[in-house]
């Protein structure tokens, strides 16, 4: 509401003010990104930027402890190096002015200028660079480790109170659940077992009946015929954790064509297919495949060699299929048969689109072609899960790929800020020419005043702000740190020297503060991956899975076994009362992780609490 | 042992050869620096090394996946950019070798040359831009805080596995000498107070009587008069707790001129300096004294006020130490007392001499001047300590120091491998001229080989391998990483292309390695910083001491409390039986840290047996 009351009234002054022919700053519009940020959708987004504002007054201390030994180590450099007229290599005048010595000395924490900053004085006298050491040592290592420290223990701690605040109001939530279900069985107040049944058919309608049998084992654990408060309390929990239902499902070809599908040489062909040699030959062949990608695409050879390399992929995804149930081989978690086939199938049309474009109009499409290149060496990744040790860290980095996009979405918004509020400032000022260009100054990037800049010189002129792509790439640029004292004095050159401030305020919002996120995150996401332990919930399920006869080892685990819960057999284990039931081809297992490590076990503290609460 | 072996077979060969005429290389030197890590003290080094072979192998995964990651991005590179005939800023070949791209996209992992390597492509087509997003995302951010993750969970877990078995070994070791003192006690074995305290004296000989005391009564609980077993084993931890005697004490003034030094004004003195407005005045003066550093030293003006703080700041101390206990104001902890009392005092001397000499010579001497100057600056620093958030952050850090120095041995060893390959690689290839130098290829560092490279155009002659100190100095521009590629290539010139390996290889152990396992160990003390639990047995003694009623509040305490142990009355609670003792101006306190976090409270996973073992 406040971002759209600013937004009317920046409306309303600005159109004032242009009928008496005054062309005022849309300042509003660095209100705008705002709105992004309210969509329902983006709730993981608030919550990041709520936990960066309760971040924000810790980091302040160190931010300003670190401003201080900054202009410590600048006015020493004014004393030392102030007076002996020494030049930097461009030949300008070096740590002269205090305020360009604050600004080196910060661009130097960064470490985008090192070690250009440090020659003038070290050719003076060797003894200098101790200076420049202590400088690095105390700013960059101790200054900047301590920003990822205070972000990180700030991150976790924040987070964790929405946690445990979410866990409050879900045990609230579930004792007024309780209260209103509740009926009398002797002395205890419990929830008769057909009750709890009808509420979870309607809580979660999408889990198999036989999942259902199990929850209501583990909260009915001695089968009195309810469930008492206690382990009502934890059935939103439970719901919580997945469980895979395993089904052993015969392949549908056996069952359309059993005898062609059950003969000797079927089954000679699916034992090949499953065998570890089968595995060893593709990883050969993708092997020989990157060689021939290396080499001179021009040779025929080599152009036919791409046929054939298509064909036996294609072979492959068939023969995988034909050995293994189809619905499991593209069941939901089976991420590498989803990519591998995609992949294939994608470089398989670009590679027909291409040919036939190049045999019609003699000519490649770039595009296409680029596409297809692109494609093929994807095709080569699959060379890394066949190895057990890669596939597990490889499967790690998949599962943050979901909270990496909450991070796509902070990054999206600090980005939208800074590029309007970069294109206010820097509009026009500096334009990209095409190395053939005869225009005036196209070496200067069309701005007399960059002339012999080292901006001009990197040929960093498609580096501007005249439109939010190009700033986009910018910002990144900045984001990577390097260089971005080049992009600093370039665009400082064309406008107004204070611009500075613009480019060091990015850099504190997106490299101390988003940046240390992003890798306290990913720090966080691979500890818990290290720490196999599992919560008591989880325990619980998992023990009266086993307890059940139900269970089965990961190293059994085969994957055409993998079935989605939904598909599971609908008559299982009802009412088969307190007999150890034995169904065959059914089995559980607890899906391996929860997308968001850090809502999975709360890093750190150990707080029993926030999982049974 | 292996190491001299080696050293000696080398000098055989060597001085063989050397006879025939043969200049081999001295190879046995890389062994060396195991020498440095052989010495008894440096049993943290070796420590700290053995942690990191024992992260090796994980590490060495996540490293084979990025190397995949790595050329299977370069092979796209080679697809998308090798036929385009690019060209880079400096008008050579862009991307068209493999190994050569290989080279840069490495580079471009530690960002060292962004945003260049990708400008020949965007310049070519915006849409390139996306390779180098995925690059840097992949690869940069992910693989790089991947390593930082590996080795921040190696290096705790190793660690706490080595204290693990150091509190075991205590533990078998403690059992024994209890075995050897003990004696029946009805039905218990138990080990008499007298025989208690005759031991605690032999192994603890510097501690106090009231510090035994102390012991005694937190190991004999309810006062039987002796120790029973569970009791002893703690015995070991509980004198590693450092306890702080403090002591209410006169001041020696007030003893030997009693009249004058409690007189009405002396005491009106003593009240002003305790008033925080004394604190706030000298702060204000700090200020003004930063402002006048900053401003020109010519002006007489100016070099006369320099006479007035310093006048100033030595009155500051004189008072201090007038009001407050001088043992106490200078005591072991008093961190800041020490330091500014020191830095003063040097600043003293030092201006003393450097105006003897001038009005002696009528010139300034260089190096005193400088000293000057940046004693004066660090003088500042002082203003820090009157914040109290401030304090706290700069007490971590000065706590960190210990450690800190390991890792300075750490870097040493690493260092000195490096510089002994490089001064064998690069020895006199690269001279550095002064700049009015007439020497023939002055401006390419005496090699034309290095004419028209990144690295003659950026001045950079004076990092060479020529000695062991610019050796060391270029390892550490290194480290900083910027601009590394620039000196890899350099020095690639001026040798042989393979040349460029030293530096990739230098990279890994250095920055990957060592600089993670610093901010490893930085973000490890702060996480200790901001949990402020204690450990099962300093609350025990804490409660013991609080117990007896000798707690101090931490507010309570002044700072001309504070002594030492050692300085501690011999004849207080000594024989006083069950009576709750109030010895008047005796109290204690835990000392607040071991300079060691991780072994204070090993992080993360609670391990209860840890401290009580």
Redesign the interface.
Known sequence: MVAILLSLTDLAIYGVLRVYGVRSIRWSRIVRPIFLINFAESRQIRRAFRSIRNTLPEIT??F??FM?SLL?FS??A???FG?RNLQT?EGLPYFRN?LEIVFDLYVLVT??????V??PA??FS?WY?LFF?AF?IVN???FM??F???V??NYKKHLKNEIRKLAYMKRRKMIEAFNLLKEEEGEQLVVREARWKQLVKLVAPDISNSHRELLLRISDNEQKGFVDKKSFVQLADLLNIQVVTLKLRSHPLARWVPRVYGSAASRLLRGLVRHRAFVWTYDAIILIN?IF??LD?ETPYISYAEWVFLALYITEILLKVYTYEPRAFFGKTQFWNWFDTLIIFAALTATILNATLKSTTKYNSQQIL?IV??L???R??R??DSIQ??RV??NT?INIVPTMLTFGGLTLVVYCVFAIIGMELFHGKIQ?F??DSNAPHALECGNPALKDSLFA????C??NFNDF??SF?VL??LT????WHVFANGFANVTVQPAKLYFIAFHIVMVIII?NI??SF??EA??VE??LEKSEVETAIEQKIQELGMGVQEDELQDEQLLDNMESDEHELEGEGGAKPQPKGLVFKIASKTPFPLLRRP????CPHLTTL
Do not use: H, W
């Open positions: 201390y160190v300003l402890l201080f410590m006015l020493m004014l004393k030392l007076e290599a205090y470490t985008a200028n090192s070690p250009d440090m020659m070290f050719d060797s660079a050491i690095v960059t290592y101790i480790s301590l990822l420290a205070v990180y223990n990157a990608i290396a695409e680029d290149f692109i093929r060496v994807l080569l990744i060379i890394v040790r890669f860290i490889m980095l990209f095409p190395a010189r990197g040929k960093y498609k580096n792509a190009s790439i990144m640029e990577v740190v390097n260089q940046v992003f890798v990913i720090l691979f500890f290290y720490s890093f750190c503290v150990p």
